[in-house]
C-alpha cells in the first residue's frame, strides 16, 4: 500500500526537531531523517507516536 504524495509532503517527525520523514514503501515504515526513529504505517495509517517508534540506530525501542 502507498501513501498519498501529498501527504507525505507533510508529514513531520513528532519529536521536537519536526524534520521530515522517508517513505519505505516495502518495509511500510516512515524513518526521520534527523533522529533516525522508524514509524511504521498500518493499514496505511502513519503511527506517528514516539512511544511506538523504533530507534534505527539499534533497531531497539
Not at 501529498?6 to 519505505?24: G, K, N, S
Not at 516512515?30 to 522508524?38: D, G, P, S, V, Y
Request: glycine letters at 6%; aromatic letters at 4%.
Amino acid at each position: 500500500m502507498s501513501l498519498d504524495p501529498q501527504l507525505l509532503e507533510i508529514l513531520a517527525c513528532p519529536d521536537t526537531h519536526h524534520a521530515p520523514l522517508e517513505f519505505d514503501a516495502a518495509a511500510q515504515t516512515l524513518t526521520c531523517t534527523e533522529c533516525k526513529r522508524i514509524f511504521e504505517v498500518r493499514d496505511g495509517i502513519p503511527v506517528l507516536l514516539l512511544d511506538e517508534a523504533r530507534n534505527g540506530a539499534d533497531g531497539g525501542r
